[in-house]
């Protein structure tokens, strides 16, 4: 059964840090891409950042250039790496892991930006 797992959610001051991490385990595939998604409420799912098994990345417009994704594949694990933390990045993050023979999510952390 593969378990996606994430952490590091937290509360954090705005212009601060925040660093995500995600694990998944179960699977016997390789990852061939990671991606965060975060959902405000009332708000459409936002597609975050992503980063493929050869290291190619993307991000969302509102978040480039305070935001690094990036990810160890021997431990099977992803970072998000959260600089200059807005009130607007106030939401739930979600994890996403695709293999060759499907994707699955983790349950989320939560990321509060609070002065």
């Known amino acids: 059964q593969v378990q996606v797992v994430e952490s590091g959610g937290g509360l954090v001051q705005p212009g601060g840090s925040l660093r995500l991490s995600c694990a998944a385990s179960?699977?016997?595939?390789?990852?061939?891409?990671w991606c965060w998604y975060r959902q405000a409420p009332g708000k459409q799912l936002e597609l975050v950042a992503t980063?493929?098994?050869?290291?190619?990345?993307n991000y969302a417009d509102s978040v480039k250039g305070r935001i690094t994704i990036s990810s160890d594949n021997a431990k099977n694990t992803v970072y998000l790496q959260m600089n200059s933390l807005k009130p607007a990045d106030k939401t739930v993050y979600y994890c996403?892991?695709?293999?060759?023979?499907?994707?699955?999510w983790g349950r989320g952390t939560q990321v509060t930006v609070s002065s």
């Open positions: 996403h892991v695709a293999y060759d023979i499907g994707a699955y």
């Open positions: 179960g699977c016997i595939f390789t990852v061939y891409a």
């Open positions: 980063i493929s098994r050869g290291g190619s990345t």
